[in-house]
């Protein structure tokens, strides 16, 4: 199963199930080179939830992120609501 570093299950993504996904799914975070230039390529930016879980090393951010939820997933307005990453802070 495809999950991204956001930890959204590709599986269940519209795009991807549509064939649609520019980028045949996201991945995480310590494998993510590949899809982050092909976002580059594609779409001219990359998500900024895989870029920095890229960075970081950190393969999911739920799970081995220590910040998360952090500013970018508050900035970013996706995958999660305000109130779910407000859950997720206690």
């Not at 993504?13 to 993510?32: E, M, P, V």
């Given at each position: 199963m495809l999950v991204g570093a956001c930890g959204i299950a590709c599986e269940t993504c519209k795009k991807l199930l549509n064939k649609t996904c520019?980028?045949?799914?996201?991945?995480?975070?310590t494998n993510a080179a590949e899809k982050l230039e092909k976002q580059r390529k594609t779409l001219g930016f990359t998500c900024p939830i895989l870029e920095c879980a890229f960075k970081n090393g950190?393969?999911?951010?739920?799970?081995?992120?220590?910040?998360?939820?952090?500013?970018?997933y508050y900035e970013s307005d996706f995958p999660y609501s305000k109130k779910f990453l407000d859950i997720m802070r206690m």
């Amino acid at each position: 199963m495809l999950v991204g570093a956001c930890g959204i299950a590709c599986e269940t993504c519209k795009k991807l199930l549509n064939k649609t996904c520019i980028i045949d799914g996201c991945s995480q975070g310590t494998n993510a080179a590949e899809k982050l230039e092909k976002q580059r390529k594609t779409l001219g930016f990359t998500c900024p939830i895989l870029e920095c879980a890229f960075k970081n090393g950190v393969s999911y951010c739920m799970r081995d992120c220590k910040n998360f939820p952090c500013k970018i997933y508050y900035e970013s307005d996706f995958p999660y609501s305000k109130k779910f990453l407000d859950i997720m802070r206690m």
